[in-house]
């Protein structure tokens, strides 16, 4: 996004403590001024939390994935991202960016950020168990370090149930990062999947039945 206009409401000035309406947490804000024009560039860029739901190779044998969002926010007209790191079910990073059709796109795409430890504090503005509306002031500490919650639309909360809850005190989570550390999502650690035993044939000479 571009600022041409020189409007004060909009550029950032000295010693400002109010939260300006081109940034949020979580994101990273890139700010450039051309000395002879003195037009201000703003360069926003937020983080998004994804799951790759497919992996496929083209018809020029290079490998592809696809990213299904699971942050609320993006809008993607493809979904795509040609890369051979990871596999179904991978949690990734990315960002979004637009072309000239203003098509939004994956621009960058990154393995999340991951803390795992005891939850020994959640502070949370809601005196209910449900996530507030603008996560200003949430946090959770891990191992004595404050993760603070990344913006309401980019945050996905609770991986393992789908629901905008904070994590239990106590219990052993892995939280999802952006690359600042503001958190992305977070799951139960040290889940262990369940685990079956398929019998594929069987013959009754092998022991009394």
Known sequence: MCIRDRDEAVIPTENEDDKWVYTDKGAVVEVYIDDYTL????????????????????????????????????????NTFYTTDFADDDYVVFTVDFNEDEDFYICELMAPETVSGEVTRVDKDAESNSANNDNDD???RIDGNKYSYASKNHNVYDLDEG?????????NYTLYLTPEGYILG????????????????????????
């Open 39 to 78: 037009d201000v560039t703003v360069v926003e860029i937020n983080y998004y939390l994804g799951e790759v739901s497919n992996v496929k190779t083209d018809d020029d044998d290079a490998d592809y994935i696809t990213v299904r969002a699971l942050s609320e926010e993006p809008s993607l007209d493809d």
């Open 138 to 140: 949430s946090y959770v």
């Open 163 to 171: 629901k905008n809850v904070h994590p239990v005190l106590n219990e």
């Open 186 to 209: 977070y799951a139960l650690a040290d889940q262990s999947p369940d685990q079956y035993l398929y019998v594929e044939d069987s013959d009754e000479e092998l022991g009394d039945w």
